[in-house]
């Protein structure tokens, strides 16, 4: 997948990051609070590796967009170009019981944007904004590494209960 990423797009996504982050560690850190922007991070970083589908074709679009907006909002703010192109690397791949726990996890975070109010909406997608950037970094890449690997698992466990009755889990 080529996808444009560049600094611009990634001060945009910290942006976001540390504009829903602020405010959960000014006030009492209750880990709930967390969910709805975690959840949508979860399906954005989740959707970097969705190479074909329409989840990486949504991933790589709004990065592609939000770098432009924000090399554009760099150059008009400081007068200096925020276009510099940043390699891009990927988590790893979905198995295809991975690929059905990915679909799984979109339909719970639907499910939980459709039941969230106007707030928790926002950070859904903030959250799924931030993490289809920063999921097309290297060092993001490597970092949640293991997430991929999770998914697949627990697709793979998924696959055995159904076709085994769960015998030798």
Not at 24 to 32: E, I, V
Not at 77 to 89: E, H, K, Q, V, W
Not at 125 to 142: D, N, S
């Amino acid at each position: 997948m080529n996808v444009a990423v560049n600094l611009g797009g990634v001060a945009i996504a910290l942006a976001i990051l540390w504009l829903n982050l602020r405010p959960w560690w000014k006030g009492g850190r209750d880990p709930k609070a967390l969910l709805p922007y975690a959840s949508g991070a979860g399906l954005g970083s989740l959707a970097t590796i969705c190479v074909g589908g329409a989840l990486g074709w949504g991933a790589a679009g709004i990065a592609g967009l939000v770098s432009s907006l924000g090399s554009k909002g760099v150059s008009t703010t400081t007068g200096t170009s925020g276009d510099s192109p940043l390699p891009t690397g990927r988590m790893g791949t979905l198995t295809a019981p991975g690929a059905i726990v990915t679909c799984l996890l979109l339909v719970g975070v639907i499910v939980l944007h459709r039941a969230s109010g106007k707030q928790d909406k926002r950070r859904i997608i903030g959250g799924f904004i931030t993490f289809a950037i920063l999921g097309f970094l290297p060092g993001v890449a490597a970092l949640l590494s293991w997430w991929p690997d999770s998914v697949n698992w627990a697709g793979a466990k998924i696959r055995q209960v159904i076709t085994t009755g769960g015998a030798s889990l």
